[in-house]
C-alpha cells in the first residue's frame, strides 16, 4: 500500500498544476519542494520591504490558466488579481528612438504607421495569419498530449485546420518575422522575444516569432507579485486535500525493475506513491533522480543530447524614485542582426558583451505595494553565454560586474543619477539559479527550442523510459514561460487521468 | 533511359544541395549547420 498515490517533485507552474488537477480528480497527491517557497522560477521573495519577483516577470497567453482553473472548478480572479499591463513594452532602440506599443492593435496600427510606413501592410499580414494561428492552436496544441507522431496526426486529423501552421514550426524566428516586415525597428520589436525561448532569431523556431503578436491578447501582472500564480494553483489544489511541504529535497527515485514506485528525500526518509511526477528539469530527472544505470543506453543519449536553454542573471533593484519608464517592461534592443552577433561572437564563446541590461521591468508601476510608500522595484533580465561558464571568470566574482553595468545603464537609460536613490540591489547569477532552482547551468528556460526539440522531440510527459514516472515543466512539450508551463501542467495531468484515473 | 535517370539523380541533387550552400547567406548556414548536427539525435530523442 502506498503512502500517496501521486508525489509531484518540484513546486513550479507545472508540478503545482499536475499536482491540483490530480487531487481534483480524487488522487491523494503531495507535493515535496526543496526550497522554502513555491512557484521555481515564477516567484517572489522579499528583502527590506521590496518584494522581487525571481524570474518571470508577466503573464500573456492566459487561456491555460483560465482553462486549468475551470478545470479546478472555478475561474482565475477565484484565487488571484491579474492587473492588465498597458503599453506592452516601451523600446529604446539603439539609435535613440523611444517608444511604447500599446495592446490595442489600432492604436498599434497608428504607431507603426508612424515610425514604419513601409510595414503597415506587413503588420495587417502578421495580425491576420498570427491570430487566426493563435486562436485555432490554443486548444488543439498547447493543451493536447503530444509526445508521439500518433498524437500529432490524431490532432492533425481532428483539426485540419492546425495543418496549415505545421511550417513555421520548421522555420526560423527570423524567418518568419522577415516575411512581414522590412523595417530595421520593427524586426527588432518582433526578434528579441526570440531570447525569451532561450535562442538567437537566426536558430529559434518561427513558432516564436508570433509571440510578439500574442502579447496584444494582453499581458497581466498578478496583485502581490508573481507568486500569486504558483500561491492560486496552491490554493485551488488544496481544496481538494493537495499537501505540499517545502524544504524537502529529494535525493532519488525509489525503482523496481524499471519502475517508479516513490522517492527518497536528503534526510534519508522513504515515500512511496503510485506514480512519480517530476517538475524538475529532463536532465536532472533522468541523470540524478533515476541515475545512469537504471536508464537503457538509448535513454542516456537521448538526455544527454540536449542543450540547456541560455542562463539569464537577474538584477533586482529597489529604488527611493520613481524611474523615468512608460511601462511595465522596457527593452533596450539593438538590430536583429547584432542579436544573432551576440550569440555567435560573444555567448557562444563564453564572452559577456559590454552592456549587461536585456530587459527591464517595473512591477511597481502595476502594483505599488510591492515597496514601501514612495519606494519603487526594477528588475533586470540579462542574457548571458551559453555554455553557462564564463570564460575566464567565475559567476559569483561577476556580480559586482553585472551591478555596475546594470548602474550604468540605468543611469544612461532611465535615471540619471541612479546611483544616488539604489536603495538595495542585489544579483542573481546563472550559478545561483542552479543552486536554488536545480536548473543546470542556470537555464531558466528548461532545454534549449528549436525544431529538433519541440513537440515530440522533447522529453516526454509520460516517461518511456521509467515506468509510472511523468514529466512536467519547461524542458517537457511546450518549454518555457508561464503559460507554457502551466499547458505542460495540463496535458502532464491529462496523461495520468487516463492511465490511472 | 530511367536507368541513366537513376544514376544522374543523386549527383543532380548533390550539385542543388552544394549550389544552395553557397548561395546561402551566413545566418542560413549558421542554422543549417545547427540543425544538421542536432538531426542524429533525433530518433533517440523522439523515445525520450
Given at each position: ?8 517533485v ?20 503531495l507535493?515535496?519542494?526543496q ?8 516567484s517572489?521573495?522579499?528583502v ?10 508577466i ?37 535613440g ?57 490524431q ?7 492546425i ?10 524566428h ?9 523595417n ?6 518582433a ?18 516569432g ?27 489544489g488544496?481544496?481538494?486535500?493537495l499537501?505540499?511541504?517545502v ?9 523496481e525493475?524499471?519502475?517508479a ?15 512519480v511526477v ?22 542516456v ?15 533586482y ?26 550569440w ?9 558583451p559590454?552592456?549587461?541590461?536585456s ?32 570564460k575566464g ?28 536613490h539604489?536603495?538595495?540591489?542585489q ?26 526539440t ?10 518511456k ?5 511523468y ?17 505542460s ?13 | ?5 537513376k ?14 550552400w ?10 543549417l ?16
Amino acid at each position: 500500500m502506498s503512502d500517496y498515490d501521486v508525489i509531484v517533485v518540484g513546486a513550479g507552474l507545472g508540478g503545482l498544476t499536475t499536482a491540483a488537477l490530480a487531487a481534483k480528480s480524487g488522487m491523494k497527491t503531495l507535493v515535496l519542494e526543496q526550497s522554502d517557497i513555491i512557484g521555481g522560477c515564477c516567484s517572489t521573495f522579499e528583502v527590506d520591504g521590496y518584494k522581487f519577483d525571481v524570474g518571470a516577470s508577466i503573464v500573456e497567453v492566459i487561456q491555460p490558466l483560465e482553462r486549468l482553473f475551470e478545470m479546478l472548478g472555478g475561474k482565475i480572479s477565484d484565487y488571484l488579481e491579474l492587473i492588465p499591463c498597458d503599453p506592452i513594452y516601451s523600446f529604446i532602440t539603439d539609435d535613440g528612438q523611444r517608444f511604447s506599443i500599446p495592446t490595442d492593435i489600432d492604436e498599434t496600427t497608428e504607431l507603426v504607421k508612424r515610425i514604419a510606413p513601409e510595414d503597415v501592410e506587413g503588420w495587417h499580414r502578421f495580425c491576420d495569419k498570427g491570430l487566426s494561428m493563435i486562436e485555432e492552436m490554443m486548444d488543439a496544441v498547447m493543451l493536447s498530449p503530444m509526445n508521439t507522431f500518433s498524437e500529432a496526426m490524431q490532432l492533425g486529423m481532428k483539426n485540419p485546420q492546425i495543418l496549415k501552421f505545421a511550417p513555421t514550426f520548421a522555420r526560423t524566428h527570423q524567418g518568419v518575422i522577415r516575411s512581414f516586415y522590412k523595417n530595421p525597428v520593427m524586426l527588432q520589436s518582433a526578434a528579441f522575444q526570440s531570447y525569451f525561448a532561450g535562442a538567437p532569431p537566426e536558430l529559434g523556431s518561427g513558432v516564436f516569432g508570433y509571440i510578439a503578436l500574442s502579447e496584444h491578447l494582453g499581458i497581466y501582472y498578478p496583485r502581490g507579485g508573481m507568486i500569486g500564480i504558483p500561491n492560486g494553483i496552491a490554493k485551488a489544489g488544496m481544496d481538494y486535500g493537495l499537501e505540499i511541504k517545502v524544504n524537502q529535497k529529494v535525493e532519488k527515485l525509489l525503482m523496481e525493475n524499471g519502475t517508479a514506485f516513490g522517492v527518497k528525500l536528503e534526510n534519508g526518509s522513504e515515500i512511496t506513491a503510485k506514480l512519480v511526477v517530476s517538475n524538475l528539469n529532463a536532465q536532472v530527472t533522468y541523470l540524478k533522480l533515476v541515475g545512469p544505470h537504471n536508464l537503457p543506453g538509448w535513454a542516456v543519449k537521448a538526455i544527454a543530447s540536449y542543450s540547456n536553454s541560455m542562463p539569464c542573471p537577474m538584477i533586482y533593484v529597489g529604488l527611493d524614485k520613481k524611474p523615468d519608464l512608460e511601462a511595465h517592461h522596457t527593452i533596450v534592443t539593438s538590430s536583429l542582426e547584432s542579436m544573432n552577433d551576440v550569440w555567435n561572437n560573444y555567448y557562444k564563446m563564453g564572452i559577456i558583451p559590454e552592456t549587461a541590461m536585456s530587459l527591464v521591468c517595473w512591477p511597481t508601476e502595476a502594483d505599488p505595494s510591492l515597496a514601501p510608500e514612495g519606494r519603487h522595484i526594477l528588475n533586470f533580465l540579462c542574457n548571458a553565454p551559453a555554455p553557462y561558464a564564463p570564460k575566464g571568470d567565475n559567476w559569483d566574482r561577476l556580480k559586482g560586474w553585472y551591478k555596475d553595468a546594470a548602474i550604468k545603464e540605468l543611469e544612461t537609460y532611465v535615471l540619471p543619477d541612479a546611483r544616488d536613490h539604489i536603495e538595495y540591489i542585489q544579483v542573481s547569477t546563472p550559478l545561483d539559479f542552479e543552486r536554488r532552482l536545480l536548473h543546470p547551468e542556470g537555464g531558466i528556460y528548461g532545454l534549449f527550442s528549436d525544431m529538433t526539440t519541440l513537440a515530440m522531440f522533447r522529453p516526454r510527459s509520460r516517461s518511456k523510459a521509467v515506468k509510472n514516472l511523468y514529466l512536467t515543466g519547461s524542458s517537457t512539450h511546450l518549454g518555457g514561460g508561464v503559460p507554457t508551463t502551466v499547458a505542460s501542467g495540463i496535458v502532464t495531468a491529462k496523461y495520468i487521468l487516463k492511465d490511472f484515473g | 533511359m530511367i536507368k541513366n535517370l537513376k544514376k544522374v539523380l543523386p549527383v543532380l541533387v548533390l550539385v542543388g544541395m552544394v549550389a544552395a550552400w553557397f548561395q546561402a547567406s551566413e545566418s542560413t548556414r549558421r542554422y543549417l549547420k545547427h540543425i544538421g548536427k542536432q538531426v542524429p539525435y533525433l530518433p533517440y530523442r523522439y523515445f525520450i
